[in-house]
């Protein structure tokens, strides 16, 4: 007695699921933003290259959500209000089906480096459903430039009015 299966569209649906797995993940790979994958379970499952050049970071280092946190924010009240914000805006964007809101936080690097982050979150869709893709932008050099703008601002301001006063005041 024999029996036969025909497995091939089995075959063809997980050759498919293989090919857009590859396919995502060239896509986050070539991405000039620092991006991570992390799961249900709050484990980290996958880094692209620019977040590991970025952060220093591997999956060795940070293989959780829990040692993420912990390396990312090393300050405990600095690292409760970042949990606290991260998590009212989840529900936040879950209640009203809306898009996670970025929030900007300062993240510590493996070699001690802090930059700033514009932090963003969304969950994916169908054949990747309870899988999270949480984008990180730099903007370190755009705050120091705003920083320097303001101080450039302050000190010509200074300057002015102390001029203006010598104009005044033969």
């Known amino acids: 007695i024999g029996v036969n299966w ?13 090919a857009s797995e590859a396919k995502a993940r060239m ?12 799961d249900e379970a709050q484990g980290i499952t996958y880094l692209n290259p620019v977040f590991i050049k970025t952060f220093g970071y591997s999956l060795e280092d940070i293989p959780s959500l829990a040692d993420w946190w912990l390396k990312a924010y090393p300050d405990p009240d600095y690292r409760q209000w970042v949990a606290q914000t991260w998590l ?19 993240v510590h690097c493996k070699n001690g480096v802090v930059r700033t982050i514009m932090a963003g979150a969304t969950s ?29 601002a302050r000190i010509k301001a200074e300057f002015l009015a102390h001029l203006s006063h010598e104009i005044r005041t033969p």
Request: hydrophobic share 50%.
């Open 6 to 18: 025909d497995i091939t569209e089995s075959k063809q649906i997980l050759l498919a699921l293989a």
């Open 124 to 152: 994916l869709d169908s054949m990747f459903a309870g899988v999270h893709l949480v984008t990180l932008y730099d903007i370190t050099a755009l705050k120091q430039a705003q920083v320097a703008a303001e101080q450039a």
């Open 88 to 106: 009212e805006g989840l529900e936040r964007a879950r209640r009203s089906e809306a898009a996670f809101a970025p929030i900007e936080v300062k």
């Open 27 to 38: 896509i986050i790979d070539a991405s000039p933003v620092p991006m991570a994958l992390n």
